[in-house]
């Protein structure tokens, strides 16, 4: 905060301390001269101006971590799912108990670095640590857009957090043989687990479909089916907030056609939900995906849970087995909804693995 001296009547002098900006550079005083009879309307303009320095808003000079983390919260919610949500105001509620109380110009990688050693020292396990530096990282990242602070404390400390082990490439064995065991256990399970490998879409995005968004082969994705309290929750749009359209293929399709068969037979009329019982007013739960998925990996002895695959997981093989066999990352992102940057982020391995096949493909043509 700048210090504010009045030299004579209507004249007053402030400085502020500016940190280095860059390592191996100094940090400096600066002072400025304000003209005025109002001691509140100068504070402002100091403010203002120190704000201009910091490259901050002038609103935050004295915010705490607390304020920011309401703040986030309250410009994100809408773009967030609602189990996203929930689990993020949980999450600020701890941090908030933790370093709330901390002004964000003291926040510092040191201050990080405590931080992250007192929730150890209470026993916080690694999953729970690793979750509210995740979010805490994403809180500041906003502010800074929002220049309510320059630089990310979290990145700049690096934190060491333990991260569970997470497959992104399933063997393409053990998804056949899932898929094979769904069979066994109805033609409803089948189609499920085989259109969260096919279309690569979440578990939320599965149970939401509905018999209109199928044309032909092109399957529209558009909405996620959450349970908040209980209660069924449809939301008309996707965790990106972007519908897609992703072209299935003739196995998935005849999938589609067999169950929509045998609800007809069994009610005459195929209802409202691709994926609900028969006769069901709502759209099945993910978590009845989730099931169906541990059983049949259960019965096709694929290892499931932290040791083994997660529902997710067939997402993930379909992005991968995609980017294996050639097909460019902007086609992919599109048809798993996201965007190209964030899968060259997250599938960096198979991209790089890809290059091989790129310089046998070029030399062939060079050397032939």
């Known amino acids: 905060m700048a210090t504010l001296t009045e030299r004579r009547p209507g004249v007053w002098y402030a400085r502020t301390y500016l940190p280095p900006v860059r390592e191996g550079e100094k940090g400096r005083q600066v002072g400025k001269i304000f003209k005025g009879t109002s001691k509140k309307a100068i504070r402002d303009a100091v403010a203002e101006w120190e704000a201009g320095l910091r490259g901050t808003a002038p609103q935050a000079i004295g915010a705490t971590v607390a304020d920011l983390l309401e703040l986030w919260q309250q410009a994100k919610e809408y773009d967030w799912q609602p189990t996203t949500a929930r689990d993020y105001r949980s999450r600020a509620r701890m941090i908030t108990a933790d370093i709330g109380h901390v002004r964000l110009q003291d926040l510092d990688p040191f201050r990080i ?10 026993g916080v396990g690694e999953g729970a640590i690793t979750a509210r530096v995740g979010a805490m990282r994403s809180a500041l990242s906003w502010g800074i857009s929002r220049r309510m602070l320059r630089s990310n404390p979290i990145s700049e400390a690096k934190p ?24 066994e256990a109805g033609t409803r399970s089948a189609l499920g687990l085989r259109l969260s490998a096919v279309a690569g879409a979440r578990a939320a995005e599965v149970v939401a ?6 044309t032909g082969d092109r399957l529209a994705i558009g909405r996620q089916r959450h349970s908040i309290g209980g209660e069924a929750l449809v939301r008309d749009r996707t965790k990106t907030g972007k519908s897609r359209v992703v072209i299935l293929d003739p196995g998935a399709v005849a999938a589609i056609a067999a169950w929509r068969q045998e609800v007809v037979d069994l009610l005459g009329e195929p209802g409202e939900w691709m994926l609900s019982e028969p006769g069901a007013a709502v759209a099945p739960s993910p978590r009845w995906l989730y099931d169906t998925f541990l059983r049949a990996a259960k019965t096709a002895g694929v290892p499931t849970g932290r040791s083994g ?12 087995t995609a980017l294996r066999d050639g097909h460019d990352p902007v086609t992919v992102a599109a048809r798993l909804g996201h965007s190209p940057e964030t899968l060259l982020r997250v599938y960096a391995r198979e991209i790089e693995e ?3 096949g790129v310089a046998a493909s070029l030399a062939a043509r060079l050397d032939r």
Request: aromatic share 6%; glycine share 4%; no cysteine.
């Open 354 to 356: 890809g290059q091989e």
């Open 113 to 122: 670095d405590a931080w992250l050693a007192q929730m150890r020292r209470d």
């Open 209 to 214: 479909l509905q018999w209109t968004d199928l």
């Open 160 to 183: 060491k957090t333990q991260r569970g082990r997470r497959s992104t490439s399933p063997d393409p064995d053990q998804v056949v043989a899932i898929l094979a065991a769904a069979r």
């Open 309 to 320: 695959l997660v529902l997710h997981d067939m997402r993930h093989w379909a992005a991968s």
